[in-house]
């Protein structure tokens, strides 16, 4: 079930992230794994490994798709409840900047950019001025795992905050964080992506300003196929970065 690479990342996930502590230690501890994970010539044995059928491509495949936001999203290490470790992929020609939605995630998270260059846009709830949008709780149902969107009524958004990241760097932050993420760049980005932390929310908060969302958003799971496919084509772009 797992090849060198892959038994020594998930070894390192589990000594180091599988314990109790604060939120804010969570986070340290996740930033430091995900660049040591990240770096160029790790990253490509491991994907390589999952590429050749290595790991768990069946249930990994499951939970990769590409996301409603715009960028492809490959799970490589599944670590249950406590950590997911992802290869986030935005293709060459598709930024969508000023189009994301504003939202948050249901546990800390830490990422490490590993080609190309991300911009980040930190937001924060204020009771006028700044940014009118919609906004909705997010949730997975229970059947399908499809994203539900239930309305939550307007809101207003202060922006707090605006950065960018080039390959080499890398980011944390908490559960309840708002923000947005784009590709600012004409060619791929790719991310490394954890999710981290013993307790998950039952649900995000999105907001938009793009007008109203369906109340549910399909998530089309890849078959192995298009799977392993998908990581033979990003060991081949971790190659050239």
Known sequence: MGGRQVLAARRLLTETLDDERPEHEVMSAARAVVA???????????VCELASGEGDPAACALLSYRHVLGFDKLLLIDGGPRHKLRAHLWHA???????????????????????????MELYEPRGDGGVSAARYQESLSAGTADWLLEPAGPARLRLTQVAEYAAGSSYALPAHTLHRA????AGPTVTLFLETGGERRRHTDVFTAAGPHAGAVSKVPLDVKDYLGELEALSELLRTA
């Open 93 to 119: 020609g598709g930024s969508t900047a000023g189009k994301e939605d504003i939202h948050n995630h249901r546990s800390p998270l830490a990422s490490y950019v590993v080609r190309g260059r991300l911009a």
């Open 182 to 185: 784009w590709s600012d760049t």
């Open 36 to 46: 040591e994970l990240g770096s160029p010539d790790r990253l490509l044995e491991l």
